[in-house]
């Protein structure tokens, strides 16, 4: 089968405004395996670029899965530009602050304003929410413009035609492969060259989600629904994560802990221990043993890393990866979803300049020479905050809470209308750094799109020849910019 067969390209939900009305003048048939967040996103992007896009989906039916997830500003402009704003605000929780707190007593040794503050410097807000209800949304703007196929699990990939083959026999052929299928990928496999072993972190996060009116019943709990502040409390070895999601139906724990696991996998549905979660917690707050009370149950989530690939692109240049597949991030930061989507930003205002079959290796490249840099150093960040939170009680952790309390009471000036007296440039507190937070939540993926094609589309097209034969040239021209 040729994926042609999906659905004319962006027959619906056509937002005129996306890429400056630009659709690519040559439609390619375009095949994303895996529908997560970031195949949805991504095969969006490319339809409302002008392009056919089939999903191949292994899994037999659609699942609205998962826990809690961060929109921060990087995340949430594209998504409002996307049409969703107000699905946002009925699902989301715009969130206000963040506060750092010991694990022994709730002692809060860090804050950082967010809510009007990510409004008025990046002009977007920094939501939380339930992942099943975002995958709903995108899901519902996806669905009308692309083709969704279910049960139909890539068992191999001919990257070179391109084409892959499924668990039935079926073939399916394209212009263009993407693989979103996540941190197991099968694609990724074929960019790399085999099957790569991801390495234990150490570390495993037990994810649990409370009904949000527990918590409005005990007055020591209610401020953490009511305040919609991310509440981060850091100990030795681990830490906790609660904030509540669903318009403040629902709160939201994620339970750093040592793995002890001999082998494992990586899974988001194994079930999690509930004796041997409490036990870990044993000795940390009262707020602590108040939420693990009113746990109902618990996921446990194995943590494994991977270094960063040397290519996202095979090198016969028809297969590319994008979010998971190619960058997963670990949690610590929580940018994971905003690499995913800034990926299939980049990649649908990318490929709505395509005019001719030739121009896609290039194009690919210029998708990676756009994004490597940026997911890259976002992992780099997000392993940080695991060394920062874990330190065990001593001289390290009474520096670390020194430095967060000098950015807490510079970020209370400030809100009192007074003038910052510090730079918080490296500051334990990565929230309060403002440079590591513009170059984050400041980033507008399809701005940077178009300021790299002015710089460089032209020449990228004359080079198209050259570039079948020599990718680097692409690096080249963006390292003119």
């Known amino acids: 089968m040729n994926a042609q067969k999906s659905k004319t390209a962006g027959s619906a939900h056509q937002p005129d405004h996306l890429y400056k009305g630009r659709r690519a003048s040559l439609p390619l048939n375009i095949v994303v395996v895996g529908c997560g967040l970031g195949g949805l996103a991504a095969a969006y992007c490319l339809a409302q670029a002008g392009h056919n896009v089939t999903i191949l989906e292994a899994a037999s039916a659609i699942s609205e899965v998962g826990a809690g997830v961060q929109a921060s500003p ?15 605000e009925e699902h989301g929780v715009k969130i206000q602050g963040m506060s750092l707190k ?10 950082t304003p967010l809510g009007d503050v990510m409004n008025k410097e990046y002009g977007s807000p ?3 929410l339930h992942r099943a209800d975002l995958y709903r949304m995108l ?7 692309c083709n969704i196929r279910v049960n139909s699990r890539v068992v191999s990939v001919d990257p070179s035609k391109p084409s892959v083959t499924l668990a039935s026999g079926e073939v399916v052929s394209a212009d263009l492969l993407i693989g979103a299928d996540g941190i197991k990928s099968v694609t990724r496999e074929y960019v790399v060259g085999g099957p790569d072993k991801p390495r234990a972190t150490g570390d495993a996060a037990y994810r649990a989600i409370i009904p949000a009116e527990k918590l409005l019943q005990d007055d020591e709990l209610k401020p953490l629904v009511e305040r919609m502040e991310s509440n981060i409390w850091m100990g030795p070895g681990g830490h906790i994560i609660g904030y509540a999601i669903r318009a403040k139906k629902d709160f939201n724990l994620v339970m750093m802990h040592p793995d002890e696991a001999e082998g494992g996998v990586e899974s988001w549905t194994a079930e999690g221990n509930m004796d041997k979660m409490k036990e870990y917690y044993k000795g940390w ?38 979010g998971d597949s190619c960058h997963p991030m670990l ?21 709505s300049h395509c005019s001719d079959r030739s121009q896609i290796l290039p194009l690919l490249y210029a998708y990676q020479s756009l994004r490597y840099d940026r997911a890259t150093a976002t992992q780099t960040s997000s392993s940080l905050n695991r060394y920062i939170f874990h330190k065990p009680d001593g001289p390290e952790q009474e520096e670390r ?5 000098a950015a807490m009471e510079d970020a209370l000036r400030v809100a009192r209308g007074e003038k910052t007296t510090r730079a918080l440039t490296g500051n334990a507190n990565q929230w309060a750094d403002k440079k590591k937070s513009d170059i984050q939540y400041g980033y507008d993926a399809d701005e940077e799109a178009e300021k790299w094609w002015l710089a460089n589309g032209n020449r990228l097209m004359t080079l198209v020849p050259l570039m079948e034969l020599n990718p680097s040239a692409v690096h080249s021209a963006n390292r003119d910019h």
């Open 74 to 88: 990087n995340v949430s402009r594209l998504l409002m530009r996307w049409g969703l704003g107000p699905h946002l």
């Open 102 to 111: 010991r694990w022994t007593n709730d002692e809060i040794v860090g804050w």
């Open 126 to 128: 920094f939501y939380f």
């Open 139 to 145: 899901y519902e703007i996806t669905e009308p413009c």
């Open 285 to 322: 707050s009262t707020t602590v043993q108040k939420l693990l009370a009113l746990v109902p149950s618990t996921l446990d989530w194995k943590l494994m890393d991977r270094d960063p690939l040397p290519s996202w692109i095979h090198k016969d240049g028809k297969l590319a990866l994008l």
């Open 331 to 351: 949690p610590y930061r929580a940018q994971g979803l905003a690499m995913a989507i800034e990926d299939a930003a980049v990649l649908g205002n990318i490929f």
């Open 401 to 405: 809470d020194r430095e967060m309390r």
